[in-house]
T-cell receptor
Framework: GQQVMQIPQYQHVQEGEDFTTYCNSSTTLSNIQWYKQRPGGHPVFLIQLVKSGEVKKQKRLTFQFGEAKKNSSLHITATQTTDVGTYFCAVSSNDYKLSFGAGTTVTVRA | KAGVTQTPRYLIKTRGQQVTLSCSPISGHRSVSWYQQTPGQGLQFLFEYFSETQRNKGNFPGRFSGRQFSNSRSEMNVSTLELGDSALYLC???????????FGPGTRLTVL
């Protein structure tokens, strides 16, 4: 199946600062999904990107799909304590499997 | 609309025992996927079911099995439990597994 590498594994952010997490693949992706899992919770769908170069925004979150469809990024501006959690990228395939990256675990210093 | 439900939420077993976990998908969702989540391995795909048929299986030993019923509810079974099977088992339902998946709260399995 398709494999995706996520970096960084951990992100320690000062409240109010921005940060970016990246998802990279060696192969062209048909689409990419992003999920957030709060501590003690379950993954919750954030967004799906399908088109080359696509950019989508959700309030302070900006998601981007690379032009070559081999990488994606999630940028969060003005980080808040509510942003704490693990952010996963995931790739779906035509064989009904969703493959997750290892995740970026975000902690916020108040 | 009710979300995905999983039972039980917590389970403690000993090595060698077997366990059955249950998942009830969102009404109208016929695709159910199972995942194992551990701190070391992250979220690993176990299998996906649609209309009572397993369409894909991840790289797990044969001790891990599942099934889906005609009402789309799904169960997974792990036989001959090992310490390494301790994990959070998540199920997710969807209309199309290539689209957004809705996760249940998970079953936390501890093997002693």
């Amino acid at each position: 199946g398709q494999q995706v590498m996520q970096i960084p594994q951990y992100q320690h952010v000062q409240e109010g600062e921005d940060f970016t997490t990246y998802c990279n693949s060696s192969t062209t992706l048909s689409n990419i999904q992003w999920y957030k899992q709060r501590p003690g919770g379950h993954p919750v769908f954030l967004i799906q990107l399908v088109k080359s170069g696509e950019v989508k925004k959700q309030k302070r979150l900006t998601f981007q799909f690379g032009e070559a469809k081999k990488n994606s990024s999630l940028h969060i501006t003005a980080t808040q304590t509510t942003d704490v959690g693990t952010y996963f990228c995931a790739v779906s395939s035509n064989d009904y499997k969703l493959s997750f990256g290892a995740g970026t675990t975000v902690t916020v210093r108040a | 609309k009710a979300g995905v439900t999983q039972t039980p939420r917590y389970l403690i077993k000993t090595r060698g025992q077997q366990v059955t976990l249950s998942c009830s998908p969102i009404s109208g969702h016929r695709s159910v996927s199972w995942y194992q989540q551990t701190p070391g391995q992250g979220l690993q795909f176990l299998f996906e079911y649609f209309s009572e048929t397993q369409r894909n299986k991840g790289n797990f030993p044969g001790r891990f099995s599942g099934r889906q019923f005609s009402n789309s509810r799904s169960e997974m079974n792990v036989s001959t439990l090992e310490l390494g099977d301790s994990a959070l088992y998540l199920c997710a339902s969807t209309i199309d597994p290539r689209d957004e998946q809705f996760f249940g709260p998970g079953t936390r399995l501890t093997v002693l």
